[in-house]
Structure formats: structure tokens, C-alpha cells
């Protein structure tokens, strides 16, 4: 990957970031260039969706990173859905690249931005460097979906997501998997059982391996998109 982003050592990819809530907008602005170095350079921050299609179309952006949910103008409400926008930019500006940033998850939300030309999707609790991630693979010609939502959006086509909570809540896997999102940790939950940790071990690399992650964190992040955790 690195000698592939040689291009843009020499011109830096171009983002402008369209969020409106001030604090958000600030931050990723100055945390997106922390992570990236040089080879990144944010060209506008926008607050509406009006200053955003000015500033795309005066500064052509390699990259946006597109709020759902914008003002049209200041003091505005809303009258457009993400979709809308993403289709709108890319009629104008194909290679324009759009990331989603929204605090919404839901699989057929997701769909249809992708569908619409949406590049990649986030949810707004994202690390800096994933988000460094999802730049530096769409500006490549990529797609990126953070995993947990690209998980349940494989499950969300597939229709398997009843059979996915089944098999997860099912025998000694659905046991090892309440006590996990209680917040036990594996040697934990042998003793509560009680069964070995190996068996623990194994539990839990069987409920990973249904829900197509890899961390504990996205065991519980996911689980909570399923329904299986209360808020």
C-alpha cells in the first residue's frame, strides 16, 4: 500500500469534511491530518449542504466525508435524505469520492447509500485511524465499511440474522455470550459455569466467527445493532 500513495506524497489527498455539528467537524479536521502526515490536507470544513456543494465543486476534493443529516442553510431543517445528496454529487462530480459519517447503522441505510455511489460508511464513534483507513482505501479506488457494519450488512443480505441471534443464544454459546456482554472476562465466565477457559476460548471464537468479527468490542457493538444488548 505504501508505494501506492506515493502520488499523493506529491499531491496531498484532497478532503473536505460536511458535518454539521461544530465540535465533531473541529475534531476530525485536526485528527485526520495527525494520523495521515502530509500525504492528507483538508481543503473545507463544511456546516450545510449548500456551502458543501460549493466548496466540492470550487475545490474538487478527492474525498468527502459527508454527514447524513445536514442543514440545507443555516437555520435550515433538512429536506434532503444521504442518499439524495450522494446521487446529487455524484451526477456532478463522479470522481468525487463520499464517505458516510452518521451516528445510524441500520442495514438498509447503509445499502442505500452504497447503492447510491457512497464510497464507504462509518459510524461517528470511528478511531482517526480508521478513518485514516477508509481515506487513504476510497481515495485508492476502494470501498470501505467499517467491519461491524459491513458484518451485519452481510448478514442483513444473506436474511440470516434470525438464524445468526439463534445460533448465538443457543447451549453453553448463548451462556459464555450473556456473561460476555455483562462485562466478564473469559477466566470469569469458566468459573461462573463452571467449564475450562479452553472451552470459554473456544465459545467465544465461535460467536467472532458468526458475527464476522474479530474483537470483543465488536461482539458487544454488534450484538447491540442484533438487539441482544439493552441500552
Known amino acids: 500500500m505504501p508505494d501506492r500513495l506515493d502520488r499523493f506524497r506529491i499531491s496531498p489527498i484532497r478532503v473536505l469534511i460536511a458535518e454539521d455539528e461544530v465540535l465533531l467537524r473541529t475534531a476530525v479536521a485536526e485528527l485526520l491530518p495527525q494520523v495521515a502526515g502530509s500525504v492528507v490536507k483538508v481543503v473545507s470544513t463544511c456546516a450545510t449542504r449548500s456551502q ?8 474538487r476534493p478527492n474525498v468527502v466525508l459527508l454527514d447524513l443529516r445536514m442543514p440545507d ?48 460508511y462509518l459510524g461517528k464513534g470511528v478511531l482517526p485511524e480508521e478513518l485514516w483507513r477508509a481515506v487513504r482505501s476510497v481515495a485508492l479506488g476502494g470501498r470501505y465499511v467499517e467491519p461491524m457494519l459491513q458484518a451485519r450488512l452481510d448478514m442483513h443480505i444473506a436474511g440470516a440474522e434470525t438464524e445468526v441471534r439463534s445460533q448465538l443464544l443457543a447451549g453453553r454459546r448463548g451462556d459464555v455470550l450473556r456473561l460476555l456482554l455483562e462485562g466478564h472476562s473469559p477466566a470469569e465466565i469458566a468459573a461462573t459455569l463452571p467449564i475450562t477457559k479452553k472451552y470459554v476460548d473456544k465459545k467465544i471464537a465461535e460467536i467472532k466467527a458468526l458475527l464476522g468479527v474479530d ?16 441500552d
Open 52 to 59: 458543501m456543494l460549493r466548496d466540492t465543486r470550487a475545490l
Open 73 to 120: 442553510r443555516d437555520g435550515l431543517l433538512c429536506t434532503l435524505g444521504g442518499a439524495e445528496t450522494i446521487a446529487a454529487l455524484q451526477r456532478q462530480w463522479t470522481e468525487v469520492r463520499v464517505i458516510c459519517l452518521s451516528v445510524h447503522a441500520e442495514p438498509d441505510l447503509v445499502r442505500t447509500c452504497l447503492d447510491a455511489g457512497a464510497a464507504g
Open 215 to 230: 474483537t470483543t468490542i465488536r461482539i458487544y457493538r454488534l450484538c447491540r445493532e442484533l438487539g441482544l444488548v439493552d
